[in-house]
């Protein structure tokens, strides 16, 4: 069994024999979900995944600035409320086959479903790369997006909620917390990917959900315990073997384990937060 690791891979330029199954990031194999590098006619659109609207952002970071256009499935729901109520929450978009895929770990802690696999920091020009795939930079990317730093342990949440107070009661919160988790880039072909989960209660801070890429919403973590703390709750999911032919060069019959890891929880304001 592999576990992932910073290390570089020891398979660099292979192909692995499957796709990764990822939270945040948009897997290479997600035809539907791949930013589209020319005009909705141009040489480089395919028409065999033509979504309904496709919106173009002009990405400063990585430099040089270049327009890319954003498969967008259907229009932004915006949640009226983060209480845990996955059939209506954002309108269903969250658990619809309709939408669900369109929806990933990002757009249900944001409490939006933009229907489109939103990226942290995208709209605000930013593009995720290896290089930024990290918990500072991803962080900085959902801070451009509207997103409030909070730090990284329950007292600062507890300490933070209490300038959010909209009234006596701390239920009254304009907004709602989240986690981030990392997990970096790795060995076998592991590119890396982010998670975030979402908290559905203001007051104890002790109930949270969470969506894995395009799966349904549950309030379990990976490994199927109720999620009262994203700082100690399982964030390492089995990707299965790596490569399991063994007249491939890069042959490993093992498992891979990916470990995502806490970093921080950040707050989102009921107002102000923009994601694509």
């Not at 944001?110 to 489109?116: G, K, R």
């Not at 007051?203 to 969470?210: G, K, L, M, R």
Request: proline share 9%; charged share 15%; net charge negative.
């Amino acid at each position: 069994m592999n576990t992932t690791t910073n290390a570089p891979s020891n398979n660099a330029g292979k192909t692995p024999s499957r796709l990764f199954k990822l939270s945040g990031m948009v897997s290479p194999g997600d035809k539907r979900h791949q930013i589209i590098l020319a005009t909705p006619e141009g040489p480089d659109f395919d028409e065999k995944y033509l979504p309904p609207n496709s919106v173009a952002v002009t990405i400063n970071n990585p430099a040089p600035s270049h327009v890319i256009y954003v498969p967008q499935f259907s229009d932004t729901v915006v949640g009226r409320s983060s209480r845990y109520n996955p059939s209506s929450d954002c309108d269903g978009n969250f658990m619809s086959y309709k939408f669900q895929p369109n929806n990933n770990c990002y757009a249900y802690a944001c409490n939006i479903a933009s229907n489109s696999f939103p990226q942290p920091g995208r709209i605000s020009g930013n593009q995720i790369t290896a290089a930024t795939l990290n918990g500072p930079d991803i962080q900085n990317f959902a801070a451009q997006d509207g997103l409030l730093a909070v730090g990284n342990n329950l007292d600062n949440l507890k300490a933070f909620s209490m300038t959010r107070m909209t009234g006596k009661d701390a239920s009254m919160l304009d907004g709602h917390y989240v986690a981030l988790m990392i997990s970096p880039a790795g060995d076998n072909n592991w590119p890396g990917d982010y998670h975030w989960a979402r908290c559905d209660d203001n007051v104890d801070f002790n109930t949270w959900s969470q969506k894995d890429g395009s799966d349904q919403v549950t309030n379990f973590d990976f490994a199927g315990n109720p999620i009262t703390n994203p700082v100690t709750a399982n964030w390492t999911v089995n990707q299965g073997p790596v490569q399991p032919d063994s007249s491939q060069p890069d042959y490993n019959p093992d498992d891979m384990v990916a470990v995502y890891t806490f970093y921080c929880f950040m707050f989102v304001p009921n107002a102000g937060v923009n994601v694509l």
